[in-house]
C-alpha cells in the first residue's frame, strides 16, 4: 500500500540557516504529494503540493520538487525565521484513491 | 467561509462515557476524513466519507463510529471512551475531481479519558 517515510525530528537551527527536510514515498501510479504545517495548537494547514513528476510546489519562501526517480518530495527554504517553527507533514494521495496519507511529521524549531 | 469547523475543542472523558465529536463543513466537499494525532505518529485515518450516505474505515477504526447523513456534517462517535483515546482529533473535507486534490482540516478536538 501507499505509504510515506519523512526525516525524524526534532530538528533545531537558527535563524537564516538553510532546512531540508527529507520526504520519501511508497506508491502506485502517479500520487499527488503535499507539505502540509501545523503551527502550535492549529490544524492542518496546506503548505505546497505537487500533483505530476518533476512539478515544483512552493509557498512562503519552501519548495519542494516531485521526483519521480528517486520517490522523494524534500522540504526546502533557503533562509528560515522563527515563526517558522511548527510541526511539518509530508503526505500523498493516490492517483486512484480518495484517502490522504501522512508522514510521521517533522518538529522544527528555529533559534533566533 | 467557515471551512471546517469541529466542536468541541477540548473534552475529558471518564473511562466507559460515550461521547460525540462533531464536525462540519460548508465547502459542499464529498470527501471527509477523521484523524488522530498522537506523538511520533503523525496522523493516523480513522474512518473516512466519500459522500452522503457511505462510509468506511480507515488504520485504526476500532472503537469509533461514524455516520454521513449530509453532505455538510460527519460526526465521530464514541461509544465506550478508554483511556487509549486520549488524543488530538481532525476533521478533513476535500472536494471531487482532479483539481481538489487537497484537504482542509478543522482546529482539531483535543480528548482527554481518565
Known amino acids: 500500500g501507499n505509504s510515506v517515510t519523512q526525516m525524524e525530528g526534532p530538528v533545531t537551527l537558527s535563524e537564516e540557516a538553510f532546512l531540508t527536510i527529507n520526504c520519501t514515498y511508497t506508491a502506485t501510479g502517479y500520487p499527488s504529494l503535499f507539505w502540509y504545517v501545523q503551527y502550535p495548537g492549529e490544524g492542518l494547514q496546506l503548505l505546497l503540493k505537487?500533483?505530476?513528476?518533476?512539478d515544483k510546489g512552493s509557498n512562503k519562501g519552501f519548495e519542494a520538487t516531485y521526483r519521480k526517480e528517486t520517490t522523494s518530495f524534500h522540504l526546502e527554504k533557503g533562509s528560515v525565521q522563527v515563526s517558522d517553527s511548527a510541526v511539518y507533514f509530508c503526505a500523498l494521495r493516490g492517483s486512484s484513491a480518495s484517502k490522504i496519507i501522512f508522514g510521521s511529521g517533522t518538529r522544527l524549531s528555529i533559534r533566533p | 467561509n467557515a471551512g471546517v469547523t469541529q466542536t468541541p475543542k477540548f473534552q475529558v472523558l471518564k473511562t466507559g462515557q460515550s461521547m460525540t465529536l462533531q464536525c462540519a463543513q460548508d465547502?459542499?466537499?464529498?470527501?471527509m476524513s477523521w484523524y488522530r494525532q498522537d506523538p511520533g505518529m503523525g496522523l493516523r485515518l480513522i474512518h473516512y466519507?466519500?459522500?452522503?450516505?457511505?462510509?468506511d474505515q480507515g488504520e485504526v477504526p476500532n472503537g469509533y463510529n461514524v455516520s454521513r447523513s449530509t453532505t455538510e456534517d460527519f460526526p465521530l462517535r464514541l461509544l465506550s471512551a478508554a483511556p487509549s483515546q486520549t488524543s488530538v482529533y481532525f476533521c478533513a473535507s476535500r472536494g471531487e475531481g482532479a483539481g481538489n486534490t487537497e484537504a482542509f482540516f478543522g482546529q482539531g478536538t483535543r480528548l482527554t479519558v481518565v
Open positions: 465547502m459542499n466537499h464529498e470527501y
Open positions: 466519507s466519500v459522500g452522503a450516505g457511505i462510509t
Open positions: 505537487a500533483t505530476k513528476a518533476d
